[in-house]
């Protein structure tokens, strides 16, 4: 039964919710200006926990939202608010997230995008809750010229924020890079989360041929692109910045169904087992890996016994073909050999440890049999594209 909701829950959620969410406050993102924060401030918007309710909590301005939600509008105008990407890159698809607001919703929604060469000065600090912006304020976006971005989103219907119609999901269409958007909300109302699906675009240009970095992190422009099970925590939660806060910041499955009834290990301790489960990542840029790091902090009972981890070279339409089969077609090579894994513990590998010395674009974590891994680092050095070989 388990297995049938995830596969419904799966078939019915777009594709674009596998990349990363370049505005969460965990990865930089932050609100710079909002017109109005009269009920709950709009730094809500960027939280990583799902949105809570609770039935009893006010505020002396009104009812306390774990979200963003202004006050009912007697004036010209709608409200809006101006946030700065964590991770600037492509956009690719947004969730704007209802949870909980029922009866305050907003009807609707638009949003704009721009890439700016120089972050705003402007800043908002402290609880913002019962407040709205101040005439220097005002003027001091005013600078930006946000009412005549691109539209990424036009305006929108928006439902309201039951358990199932909360998530509203809008594929988008943006082939430059993003620093800033501009939400509107038509004219007022509440939003639980923004959340914005994409990759990260570094400026690779000013990365030393010399410099060792972490060719997979969401910052540098790392994805994941496919995986096995994601029951308890995604994989692209691997990528993220810093150390995990806790289990739920990495990635978790269920616990395998063949496993053997009575455990067995080899002569290195590493547990003999049917079953594996996987994640895919495309690296932000292709390059030669040196070191590898797996980290499964907060993993006390729940870490997988082992690990291996492949890597392959391929070209965009090659990519293309593996996502379509599910990975089933990946011409995967071994970069690192299977490794016992330590409950709770940083690994790192490298040296005569790696089997790969050629520049690679993507890389396949296997686990075994099941559990948890928090983070997942690739150290090398980035090549150019056109020294790869398919």
Known sequence: MAERRAAVQAAAEPDFLQFNNLACETAGGKVIFATDEWF???????KREPPRFIASAFTEFGKW?????????????????IIQLGVPGLIHGLDVDTSFFTGNHSPCVSVQAACLDTPPTISLEGDRTGMAASDSQLAAVAKLGSEAWPVLLPVTELQPGYSDCCHNYFSVS??????????????????????????GRRDWSSVSAHQDVDLLALTNGGVCQGYSDAHFGHPRNMIGPGRAANMGDGWETARRLDRPRELEVDGRGILQVPGYEWAVFRLGRP???????????????????????????????QEAQCIRSRWTSGKWRLLLPPQKLRPHHRHRYGGEELALSEPVSHIRLVIAPD????????????????HMTS
């Open 174 to 199: 943006c082939s430059h890079r993003v620093t800033h958007l501009r939400v509107n909300m038509h004219p007022d109302g509440g939003i639980a989360r923004l959340r914005v699906y994409g990759v």
């Open 371 to 386: 559990g948890g891994v928090s983070r997942l680092r690739a150290w090398g050095r980035p090549v150019s594209t056109h």
């Open 65 to 81: 939202m774990d979200g963003w939600e202004t006050r009912r509008k007697r004036t010209p105008g709608h409200d809006w608010c």
């Open 287 to 317: 390059g030669t890996i040196s070191s590898i790091e797996v980290d499964t902090n907060h993993f006390k009972g729940n870490y997988p016994d082992s690990c291996r981890i492949e890597a392959c070279t391929l070209t965009p339409d």
């Open 40 to 46: 709950a401030p709009a730094a809500n918007l960027l």
